[in-house]
């Protein structure tokens, strides 16, 4: 070695001589310092939001009032144990809810950034995320205590029931969400993805068994006394596993893979856009591809049929291939039988319509894919019409058979045999061409002129992008919501079949055939000429 050359260095680096705190503290001076407008001015602009909120707020408020006098006019005890079994319904869904989002997202993350430089500097990651681990679990114990005290007010529940559903259910989700940052220290998945299934099952045998006990199959007698105790043990469970489970989190802080951190931190940061840009079906095709690379591969298979069928034994081999796609939609065969045991069968329509709706999106990932890459669709020898009614059967086999299913729910709520009949398939149909429109939504045309609002310049389509989907659902369900004749349901039904499906409203197609006759009529004169 000569004597230009200096040694080799083998002094460790001493990863406690860095202190998190101040780069967290830089970051957030680089960030605030560079912003143009506060968050109170930005919600000062948004007037429109303030006010639609406010709206909503009322609305809900409205509804516990009501829901607080049809309980007064609860007094069997078969209709007083059904209502008393909801929030076990709403416990187990919330806690399901939890840790599907917490496993989806992490639920510890880390931008791209912090990954390229914080991640990889001399400091304690564990101490780098242990605030970002604290908020998100004190964040999914705000939201799942709300979820908790609206589900008691709406079944009637006195003021300490509602503020102990409130407290399980809040604790309940906090724990499940240090539960899942435990596992991802771990790197372990299969765990957290056994507990949302037993949840999910949990919260639709709670709502099997409130139907249950409604049609006097079951007599499960609670007392109010009784329903504030068990929410108060279940609480007191919940905050001892929240103890334990954040403990290990914390623990596990420091050996989660940079990997892990950002991929969840970019699945984030693209569900952020999506949703500032009000695009939900954007939302939607970036968990279904989170999905997909998280299982890796599936084998391939020939497809059948011959023509247009093709597409739908294609959606048939989808579900073959995943069948647990199929278990949301079975669960909602639940909700017409348990709000006519709740004595809100009149509402029948509309939830269980939305709940069909938003459980059938996934199974219409075929036309979403079709509709989405025009490219693909010029390729196949058959009109957009064709292609949407052949990949919608496989959801009308389904909405058959659930209409089938829950057909005597709706002869209970009402009397004609033939209204209830056509309640049910109504309800189905209305679900399903739902589903489709949403699919088939366009992105936002952010070149088309903009309107001026209140929050800034807005795109046309934005704010119709929001209505895609449940304008449907609620205009045909809002008409048995209301008790009409048993002809205009069907009447519109067969509107919005024609509408979701035939008819075609395309400003680009409509400008590239105006400039095509243009062309046209321009080379007729010059041959009169």
């Known amino acids: 070695m000569s004597p230009e050359q200096p040694a080799e260095s083998t002094e460790t680096v001493d990863t406690s001589a860095v202190d998190p705190k101040e780069l967290l503290a830089q970051i957030k001076e680089w960030r605030t310092g ?21 709206v909503f707020g009322a609305m809900i408020i409205a509804a516990i009032f009501s829901a607080q006098t049809d309980a ?5 005890g078969a209709c007083i144990s059904a209502r008393t079994l909801v929030p076990w319904a709403v416990l187990a869904g919330v806690a399901a809810l939890a840790i599907s989002v917490a496993r989806l997202f992490g639920p510890v993350v880390a931008s791209a950034a912090e990954g390229f430089w914080l991640l990889d500097a001399p400091i304690n990651r564990a101490r780098l995320l242990r605030n970002r681990l604290i908020l ?6 705000v939201v799942g205590a709300a979820l908790g005290a609206l589900a008691a007010a709406l079944t009637g529940s006195g003021g300490a029931a509602i503020g102990a559903w409130a407290a399980a259910c809040g604790l309940a989700a906090a724990s499940l969400v240090a539960f899942a940052a435990a596992e991802q220290g771990a790197e372990r998945r299969l765990t957290t993805r056994i507990a949302g299934f037993v949840f999910s099952a949990a919260a639709v ?28 043990i279940i609480a007191g469970l919940a905050l001892l596993l929240l ?3 954040a403990i290990l989190a914390g623990i596990r802080l420091g050996s989660i893979r940079r990997t892990h951190l950002t991929s969840g931190g970019s699945l984030v940061s693209g569900m952020a856009g ?14 279904v591809e989170r999905e997909a690379l998280e299982r890796g591969h599936v084998r391939p298979t020939r497809g059948r049929g011959v023509g247009v069928a093709q597409l739908f034994h294609r959606d048939v081999q989808r579900l073959l291939r995943k069948p647990s796609m199929l278990l949301p939609v079975a669960a909602t065969i639940v909700i017409p039988y348990a709000t ?4 809100l069968g009149r509402f029948a329509p509309i939830i269980a319509g939305l709940a069909l709706f938003a459980t059938l999106i996934p199974i219409q990932n075929g036309l979403r894919v079709l509709t989405r890459t025009s490219g693909l669709a010029r390729c196949l020898p058959y009109t957009d019409g064709q292609i949407k009614a052949t990949s919608i059967e496989a959801s009308m086999v389904i909405g058959g058979v659930w209409a089938l299913a829950t057909i005597p729910a709706f002869l209970g709520i009402y009397p004609d045999a033939l209204t209830g009949i056509v309640a049910a398939v109504c309800t189905a149909a209305a679900g399903i061409l739902g589903a489709a429109r949403w699919t088939t939504a366009k992105p936002v045309d952010y070149g088309a002129p903009m309107l001026a609002t209140g929050a800034g310049a807005l795109p046309p389509g934005l704010i119709f992008n929001l209505l895609r989907g449940f304008e449907v659902v609620l205009i045909i369900t809002a008409l048995l ?36 006759q243009q062309k046209k009529l321009a080379a007729e004169r010059a041959k009169r000429g």
């Not at 999506?274 to 968990?287: I, N, R």
């Not at 006519?340 to 004595?343: E, P, Q, R, T, V």
């Open 34 to 54: 560079r912003a143009t407008k506060t968050l109170w001015e930005a919600l000062q602009d948004t007037y429109v939001v303030v006010l639609a909120v406010a």
């Open 72 to 76: 007064a006019a609860c007094t069997s």
């Open 136 to 141: 998100f679990i004190v964040v999914a114990g």
């Open 205 to 232: 045998a709670a709502l099997v068994l409130v139907v249950g006990i409604a049609a006097g199959w079951f007599q499960v007698v609670i007392g109010l006394n009784q329903e504030v105790q068990i929410a108060v």
């Open 243 to 245: 103890i334990i489970s």
């Open 274 to 287: 999506a949703m500032y840009a009000l695009d939900f079906g954007l939302a939607h095709d970036m968990v």
């Open 340 to 343: 006519s045991a709740l004595g």
């Open 481 to 516: 919501v209301f008790n009409l004749p048993w002809y205009l349901p069907l009447a519109a039904v067969g509107l919005a079949y024609f509408f979701v499906i035939h008819f075609k409203f395309d400003l680009d197609e409509m400008r590239e055939q105006q400039a095509e």
